[in-house]
């Protein structure tokens, strides 16, 4: 079973949105502290946001005040709603724990168009 699985990717246009998903088949999801990253063509995979298991989050300076991560224990999910969305947020955007210690999954292509 693949442990990590994203979704909700797409083409949205320049200052839309998306929320992206992480279904995370791995126990004590609770007590882990879980992460975004991204990776964008040509370029190194870059951590986007984390969250631990008490709700506190950290962002990137490139996303402060434009994403929020957020997460659903009960779902063993994490999420990223992602708003104001520019060219330069374009890559496959991924999650796993902050470590990161888990196998990548196929990540979701987020593609920001003019």
């Known amino acids: 079973q693949v442990p990590l699985v994203e979704s909700g990717g797409g083409l949205v246009q320049h200052g839309g949105s998306l929320r992206l998903s992480c279904a995370a088949s791995?126990?004590?999801?609770?007590?882990?502290?879980m992460a975004w990253y991204r990776q964008a063509p040509g370029k190194q995979r870059e951590l986007v946001a984390t969250?631990?298991?008490?709700?506190?989050?950290n962002y990137a300076d490139f996303v402060q005040g434009r994403f929020t991560i957020s997460r659903d224990n009960a779902k063993n999910t994490v999420y990223l709603q992602m708003n104001s969305l520019s060219l330069d947020d374009t890559a496959v955007y991924y999650c796993?724990?902050?470590?990161?210690?888990?196998?990548w999954g196929q990540g979701t292509q987020v593609t920001v168009s003019a």
């Open positions: 796993n724990t902050r470590t990161p210690a888990l196998p």
């Open positions: 791995i126990s004590g999801f609770s007590r882990i502290t």
């Open positions: 969250i631990t298991s008490g709700g506190n989050t």
